[in-house]
């Protein structure tokens, strides 16, 4: 104990570095999540003081809500597609990048990024994906004869979770994408010319057997910000198909949780469907680091 | 020879450097980039070459890749939209340069402050803060809006900026990144200084935050497309204190005859975070390079 506080009083310069962002994400980010918690333990509509009710806000969104069911439903749909899709994209994408020359390799880095970092461009897809015969992607197939009649593409159903997981791919290479570029970049070239000595036959064996396992950290950093967007889907849904979209087609966790939060004010109800968020994400960041250790081995 | 043989040609003396190579692979692989580039690159020429395009011609079939008749109508319509509004446009205009600098300045400098000691030195309580930066980055913003929004309001920065710049500044990403980037430099530096007494704070201010400059792009890039976009939300109320991005959202909200200005709006956003990333470009591969986890 004694031995702790010697080293702390050393330190003592560094803690006060640390401070300033210490306290902000403690205040911004640790107590929010701790509260959280908290409130998923209670009925709190903001105006009353929160009242304890005990596991009631679980058992109502686990057993009771039909509507959680489709949003978890859609969540998973729209997260196991558009995660691992856009992760295999901006890997495979950064590759290929790698080997071009310098001037084109910066051309194609900010075609793939720029759908991320261009504020609301995504509603341009609202033009495109136009229930009449004005939209661009109607136009198009009835241009070619595919159809007859305009496709309601963001009122109907059976096409609300595509658009999305179009759009929401479009969007998606972002941070990944950046970190797999910079990944390649750095790999030690001098293992590629080790492993055609050792019997490398073709590009493929190379990615698997030198690429991939060099850029683990990269992959890793990558997984983790894929997995935190794709299952936290709300803002593509909510422009493009409506909040609430018919028949909650395109109701993600989030969107419910917006709903409860923001629309309702039963944070308590909210703080619940937040936590389950939650916990689905630790669940799936300790199954992705499970699987990405073995790659290449 | 015509130019398919001609290529392969070259092909074959490049292979005796890179012998893993296959003719068909490379077709098939620059294929697939091309058709997603052009995937990825479509609706954004469609945001742009929308604004440049008369009420008109945004409408017709086939839609015209580039715009037959080049105007400034829709710039025109929105300068003058938004002259006609109650709050002069300098005053949004203003309210998101606030936002956006103070934090964007903000986070660079006290995110690298924390980064440093996090990177470079072994303390107690070191671990825990950064595991649970790690953890922090595995979830959305949106799990923690309303007790965020409880928090801000018992401070008392309801309806002011800081509610947004605050939590921006201390953004987990950032701090992540930064801290990566630090524990690749060398520091013989900074032991150097230490040794002519130099004290701890003239070290991080005089030596260390210039040598993570191409870092300092990174964050800032990260960190101004998001300040840049914001609309102050839930957290700003009062009509003169809303940037920019707001004041944009309204105007673009209408009828079919907005099209044209909805185009130019959309094209104001997206061409300013998109020009400082080309400007920054190399600088920022080179901090992605070191942001793995371990």
Same mark, same amino acid.
């Given at each position: 104990m004694r031995l702790t506080w010697k080293e702390m009083k050393l330190h003592k310069h560094h803690y006060i570095l640390m401070a300033p962002y210490v306290i902000l994400f403690i205040l911004f980010t640790v107590v929010p999540v701790v509260m959280s918690l908290g409130i998923s333990f209670t009925y709190f509509n903001m105006l009353e003081a929160p009242r304890f009710i005990g596991f009631d806000n679980y058992t109502k969104l686990l057993l009771d809500d039909e509507i959680f069911i489709i949003a978890i439903r859609n969540t998973l749909i729209l997260a196991v597609v558009t995660g691992p899709v856009s992760y295999l994209l901006a890997f495979v994408f950064a590759w290929l990048i790698n080997e071009l020359k310098p001037k084109l390799r910066a051309f194609m880095t900010l075609i793939f990024y720029a759908p991320s970092i261009s504020g609301n461009a995504f509603l341009i897809w609202l033009l495109i994906f136009s229930g009449d015969l004005h939209g661009y992607a109607n136009a198009f197939l009835k241009e070619f004869g595919f159809i007859d009649n305009p496709i309601i593409w963001l009122r109907d159903p059976d096409y609300m979770l595509i658009v999305i997981i179009i759009v929401q791919l479009w969007l998606s290479l972002g941070v990944s994408f950046l970190a797999f570029i910079a990944g390649l970049q750095s790999v030690d070239k001098t293992l590629y010319e080790a492993g055609a000595i050792d019997g490398i036959q073709n590009r493929w064996q190379e990615l698997w057997f030198i690429t991939i396992p060099s850029m683990k950290p990269q992959l890793l950093f990558g997984a983790v910000m894929q997995i935190t967007t794709s299952l936290a889907i709300a803002e593509v849904s909510m422009q493009l198909v409506g909040f609430p979209s018919v028949n909650y087609e395109g109701h993600t966790i989030v969107t419910h949780l917006i709903d409860f939060g923001s629309i309702q004010f039963d944070l308590g109800y909210a703080s619940a469907i937040a936590t389950v968020l939650f916990l689905i994400m630790i669940g799936a960041n300790l199954l992705v680091r499970k699987v990405l250790r073995r790659m290449g081995e | 020879m015509n130019i398919i043989q001609k290529w392969a040609f070259n092909r074959k003396i490049k292979k005796k450097k890179r012998i893993n190579r296959s003719l068909a692979g490379d077709i098939f692989l620059f294929a697939l980039l091309a058709i997603f580039g052009l995937f990825s690159a479509y609706p954004l020429i469609m945001t742009a070459s929308n604004a440049f395009k008369p009420l008109d011609e945004l409408f017709v079939f086939p839609p015209t890749l580039f715009p037959r008749n080049l105007t400034m109508e829709n710039f025109r319509d929105l300068s003058?939209?938004?002259?006609?509004?109650?709050?002069?446009?300098?005053?949004?205009?203003?309210? !998101?340069?606030?936002?956006? %600098?103070?934090? !964007?300045?903000?986070?660079? %400098?006290? &995110?690298?402050?924390?980064?440093? =000691?996090? &990177?470079?030195?072994?303390?107690?309580? +070191?671990?825990?803060?950064?595991?649970?930066?790690?953890?922090? %980055?595995?979830?959305? =913003? /949106?799990?923690? #809006? !309303?007790?965020?929004?409880?928090?801000?309001?018992?401070?008392? @920065?309801?309806? !002011? =900026?800081? #509610?947004?710049?605050? $939590?921006?500044?201390?953004?987990?990403?950032?701090?992540? @990144?930064?801290? /990566?980037?630090?524990? /690749?430099? $060398?520091?013989? %530096?900074?032991?150097? #200084?230490?040794?002519?007494?130099?004290?701890?704070? +003239?070290i991080f201010f005089q030596i260390v935050m210039p040598l993570v400059k191409p870092a300092w792009l990174t964050l800032i890039i990260l960190l101004f497309q998001r300040l840049w976009t914001t609309d102050g939300g839930t957290y700003i109320f009062s009509e003169e204190l809303k940037p920019l991005s707001y004041a944009l959202r309204q105007i673009a909200q209408g009828s079919i005859e907005r099209q044209g200005t909805v185009a130019a709006v959309a094209f104001i956003m997206m061409i300013v975070p998109v020009t400082f990333f080309i400007i920054s470009q190399s600088r920022i591969v080179e901090t992605f390079s070191h942001s793995g986890m371990k």
């Open positions: - | 003058e939209l938004i002259g006609n509004s109650w709050i002069p446009f300098s005053r949004y205009f203003f309210n !998101t340069i606030f936002i956006t %600098l103070t934090g !964007t300045v903000g986070h660079v %400098l006290i &995110a690298s402050m924390c980064a440093y =000691p996090l &990177a470079k030195y072994r303390f107690p309580g +070191r671990n825990i803060i950064f595991a649970l930066v790690v953890y922090s %980055l595995m979830f959305a =913003p /949106q799990v923690t #809006a !309303t007790p965020n929004y409880m928090i801000i309001s018992w401070i008392g @920065l309801i309806d !002011t =900026p800081w #509610a947004i710049i605050l $939590p921006a500044i201390a953004s987990s990403l950032g701090l992540y @990144l930064m801290k /990566q980037f630090m524990e /690749q430099i $060398p520091f013989e %530096l900074v032991e150097s #200084a230490k040794i002519d007494g130099a004290s701890e704070y +003239r």
